[in-house]
């Protein structure tokens, strides 16, 4: 029986190649083989866990979103575009963009599962409420052919929305494998302004999925923490090359 691998645009397997990779040889790839499909389904468990994680945030963002459409056009920071007394606020075209084309997928995603599951109940049309029914329907559609399609519309939706909302959103660079014994993780630093209220930080995929009751058994049972601030990154770094 062949191997079915991740559908979904996930990371490649850590020095795992495919066949005839020509620079696994010369440590020029660090691993190029698609992960493999969680039994039962075209997604990997890491991606089979985020398609509901997103779709969660994507519902509760739509009330930002929705706001950021009457917000003030900004270019590079700059605001070119503002409201006052003698300058109504004009409709912000970029929010409004992402929106129509959020909205747009999830009406086609919503009618796959109708359509498929014979049902007849509807959510509202609105990208909260369709968001939430989604995230009831996640598990059937990690295991849909389709899967891969639709796991990666739905970290887009989430993206357009975060970066509608927030036209200036923090720097997220994927670094490599977690560091911590058997974690099945990838590390992503996420490099935030200065004046942010929130740090920078390099976390583990596996430890963002994870709920916060099984971070806090983690951590009870001896364990650490798959989440680096800026003062820990030296010695992270340190960690890195010597798992090299």
């Not at 005839?20 to 866990?49: F, M, V």
């Amino acid at each position: 029986m062949s191997t079915l691998f991740c559908a979904a645009r996930c990371g490649a397997q850590h020095g795992r190649h495919l066949p005839n990779c020509p620079r696994a040889t010369t440590g020029q790839c660090s691993g190029c083989l698609p992960k493999e499909a969680a039994p039962g389904y075209y997604l990997c468990w890491s991606c089979h866990g985020w398609l509901p994680k997103h779709l969660a945030e994507l519902a509760s963002l739509a009330d930002d979103l929705e706001q950021a459409l009457s917000r003030s056009n900004v270019v590079n920071g700059e605001v070119v575009s503002g409201s006052s007394a003698q300058h109504p606020s004009e409709l912000n075209t970029a929010a409004a963009a992402a929106r129509w084309q959020i909205h747009h997928d999830m009406v086609s995603t919503v009618r796959l599962i109708l359509d498929e599951r014979g049902l007849t109940s509807a959510p509202a049309d609105s990208i909260e409420a369709m968001a939430r029914w989604l995230f009831r329907h996640a598990d059937w559609l990690s295991a849909h052919p389709l899967a891969g399609e639709r796991a990666n519309e739905a970290a887009d939706w989430l993206s357009a929305a975060r970066n509608a909302i927030n036209p200036d959103p923090p720097k997220r660079v994927k670094i490599g494998p977690c560091v911590v014994k058997d974690c099945p993780g990838l590390l992503t630093a996420t490099v935030r302004a200065q004046d942010s209220l929130l740090p920078s930080a390099i976390t583990c995929s596996w430890w963002e999925i994870l709920a916060e009751e099984g971070r806090r058994q983690v951590l009870e049972d001896g364990g650490e923490e798959h989440r680096w601030t800026a003062s820990a990154w030296h010695a992270l770094g340190r960690r890195m090359r010597s798992a090299a």
